[in-house]
């Protein structure tokens, strides 16, 4: 696997700090390591560096050079920055030099800080910084790496349950970690999903569900035994690039009748404070808040929703695991 070189100096750019963290984080998710740097890093052996357009020097010049790196990504949230930043480096440093890559930049409205560092990306912005991974990753790997961002084929979807080990849930459960320990600004056993044993998702205590596009795995979700007649659903998840698309009303769907058949009439679920979207979907699918909706988010804290299984219309066509 590659490891990566991240210079983190960008406490006075809070925004582009979020986008250097939302790459490490990815990267990191993907199974890759990476080492963090401060603005006099030592000298540090690095596939690829990550750089903040604000942080261009001799400092960032000389730890790229001395990671022996084969690509550098520029990241930020101005254009004329990011290709100031780019320039500058390659015409610092000596042939035959690393591929500079400049990314796609961000506007500050993209990103939503929190005071405790947590941040969220909208999902055009996580769709552009996945998009500039994948780049990165092409450029040290030799060849490219396509991810859902970067799949752009139409195709019918189609629904499947799968185990906890399928393949299927790769980009699932790598955007998850992303998103949790983004958003929290820490590492639990929640962001990290490992709160409960993958084994909770095995028929017939529970199941994940998977909508396939083209053979890609664009959103799912997952239910758990909570009780004897409760399922609890968990792991909900829609890949950025076809969010506001009802995918996300699908998986509910598809996870209450998985429910139904494991023999559940009660479902379950929390969801955190920094995840909005998921509340407005959970409201919207007929879940009942177990907690005042004039309040705050961060005042509530843990959003607990039930809601009572009825006698569906008709079977889903959803594919079993084999």
Known sequence: ?????????????????AVATY????????????????????????????VASDAVGEHVR??????????VLVVGTHAGDIEETATA???????????????TPLERHQVLLYKDGGFVLSSTAATTV????????????????????????????????VPYDAPELADLLTDLRV????RYARETAN??????????????????????RGGRTVAGGAIRRFDDHTAEIKRVWTASSVRRQGFGRRVIDELEIAAADLGYDRVFLSTGPRQPEARALYLAAGYRPGFDLEDTPESVGRHV??????????????????
């Open 89 to 103: 480096l390659i015409e610092r440093l000596p042939e035959p030099a690393a591929q500079v890559i400049r990314a």
């Open 179 to 182: 998103e949790y320990s983004t």
């Open 191 to 212: 962001t990290t999903l490992t709160e409960v044993p993958a084994t909770d998702f095995v028929e017939p205590r529970g199941t994940f569900v998977v909508l396939l």
């Open 62 to 71: 000389r730890a790229v050079l001395a990671s022996g790196a084969h690509a």
């Open 305 to 322: 929703f039930t809601k009572t299984l009825h006698a569906h219309p008709a079977t889903s066509d959803v594919a079993q695991p084999a």
């Open 23 to 50: 790459v490490q984080r990815r990267l990191q998710s993907l199974g890759h390591r990476v080492d963090v740097a401060s603005r006099t890093p030592q000298p540090t052996a690095a596939d690829a560096v990550v």
């Open 130 to 161: 996945q998009r500039d991974v994948d780049a990165l990753l092409a450029a040290v790997l030799g060849h490219a790496q396509e991810s859902i961002a970067s799949s752009q084929a139409p195709a019918p979807v189609i629904a499947r349950r």
């Open 1 to 17: 696997m590659p490891t990566f070189l991240v210079l983190d100096d960008t406490a006075h750019a809070p925004e582009i700090g």
